[in-house]
Nanobody, 127 residues
């Protein structure tokens, strides 16, 4: 079965950390670009970060720069999102998505650039 499965979400206090995982089954993430998106209640889904298929080029939305780090382990067929110094405004459902296309700074955060999505994992930052 072809799927992307996110995990690692949960409840954390402000200032805390979580590491999200995006594991692929049924296909390989090699040669694929992976993006992380999030959707907070009442808001549109927004691109959080992206890692390219080649050279490990990474992109981040301004609000998470310096706090979040995206990485990939092709041997484990998994992409990670390390989230540090979490803030209440980071509360959202986090999704990973993938495409075979190399993405650039102008389009990595566009939902339509991706062709396969996971089901999401909830992240709640609250005291």
């Amino acid at each position: 079965q072809v799927q992307l499965v996110e995990s690692g979400g949960g409840l954390v206090q402000p200032g805390g950390s979580l590491r999200l995982s995006c594991a692929a089954s049924g296909f390989t993430l090699d040669y694929r670009t992976i993006g992380w998106f999030r959707q907070a209640p009442g808001k549109e889904r927004e691109g959080v970060s992206c890692i390219s298929s080649n050279f490990g080029i990474t992109y981040y939305v301004d609000s998470v720069k310096g706090r979040f780090t995206i990485s990939r382990d092709n041997a484990k067929n998994t992409v990670y999102l390390q989230m540090n110094n979490l803030k209440p405004e980071d509360t959202a459902v986090y999704y990973c998505a993938t495409t075979r296309t190399f993405l650039y700074n102008y389009n990595w955060s566009k939902e339509r650039a991706y062709d396969f999505w996971g089901q999401g994992t909830q992240v709640t930052v609250s005291s």
